[in-house]
Every structure is written in structure tokens, then in C-alpha cells.
């Protein structure tokens, strides 16, 4: 099985306006690109909730969920990226898709989350570097800061020995795989207001 490593260069969109584009990526440490098989089964669950939908991607990267959303008719998407070359080959990848639908942040997703919502999102993607924590400090400001709308999905994706993480109790687990040292999630907020 060919996986995503460094110095593979490239993201494969594999559906949507964009299918089978393939857009350059920077080689750069710890970049890890969900991979197309990840991606396809995280899509497959996804499918009936993408078009027309708010997606905020925490730890863009290579770009490709957010790219890969927007390749299935997502309305909007923000993207916030820690590294600017990555941030910058991911803006040069949405002019060179003509894509005018997407905002690309250089800078820390806890410093953007800290502070009270702009506006809510439909689709959250948690794909941080591994071991460092973020996946729960990410997922404490979301709640927090009512950057959710009604009824969002939330797909995580954390290293496969991380067993405990802060969902909040009112989140429902839909899905849950693991593929080699990667563990991945889908929650849904709920759908009602709260009181």
C-alpha cells in the first residue's frame, strides 16, 4: 500500500468539481496528509452533510480536507495554518482552483479559538501534529466559545494510544477506525439550543 510520506510532493483530490486533481504540497516537518484512504472513508460519512455547509479546518497542512470539501460543494471554508510556507502553498493551491470560497489563516487555531466566535461552522477537522496536546485544547475552545452550529460534525484524527480525550458528554460518537498508528472520529454536537 503506497502511503503519504515527505518529499511525496502532491494531494490528490479524489472527488467533487476537483476529482483527481492533484495539487503540490510542502515538504515540511511534521506535515502529515490524511491519507487518501483515511480521507475517502472520512468522506464517505460525511456525504449528504458537505454541500452547502461551513467547514473550519484547525490544522490545514496540506489543505487536503479542507480542499476536499470544498471539492464536494462545501459553501465556505476557513483554514488556519501554523507554518507559513504551508499556508502559503495552500493559498496558491485555492487561486490555482479558482476557488474564492475559502480563507487561509497563518497563525495558532488556539489563539483564534480563544476568542469568542465570528462565526459558527458545520464541519470541524482536528487533524494536529500528534503528542503535543492539541487535540484536547482544541476541542475545550470549541465548546467554550460557541464556534459550533446546531447539529456539526466534528471528525478528529489522533494518534491510535490517545484513549482519553475531553468530548464533551452532550457530543454523540457516530464513528470510530483506526488505520496503523492513526485513530479517527466522527462526533456530532447536538442539535438542540441550549438552555
Known sequence: MAKNRPGSGQVRIIAGQWRSRKLPIQ????????????????FNWLAGELSGSS????????GALALEALSRYAAF????????TAAQQLQQNLQ?????????????VLAGLARP??????????DPPFRRGLAEQTLTLLAQHQWLNPGALIYLEVESELQQLPIPADWEALKEK???????????FPGGVES
Request: neutral net charge; charged residues 30%; proline residues 2%.
Open 27 to 42: 515538504d515540511l516537518e511534521g506535515l502529515r496528509p490524511t491519507t487518501d484512504r483515511v480521507r475517502e472513508t472520512l
Open 55 to 62: 467547514v473550519l479546518d484547525c490544522f490545514g497542512g496540506s
Open 77 to 84: 471554508a476557513r483554514v488556519y495554518e501554523l507554518q507559513k
Open 96 to 108: 490555482t482552483l479558482k476557488c474564492n470560497s475559502a480563507e487561509v489563516i497563518n497563525g495558532d
Open 117 to 126: 466566535a465570528d462565526r459558527r461552522f458545520d464541519i470541524v477537522f482536528i
Open 178 to 188: 483506526q488505520a496503523g498508528q492513526v485513530s479517527y472520529r466522527l462526533y456530532r
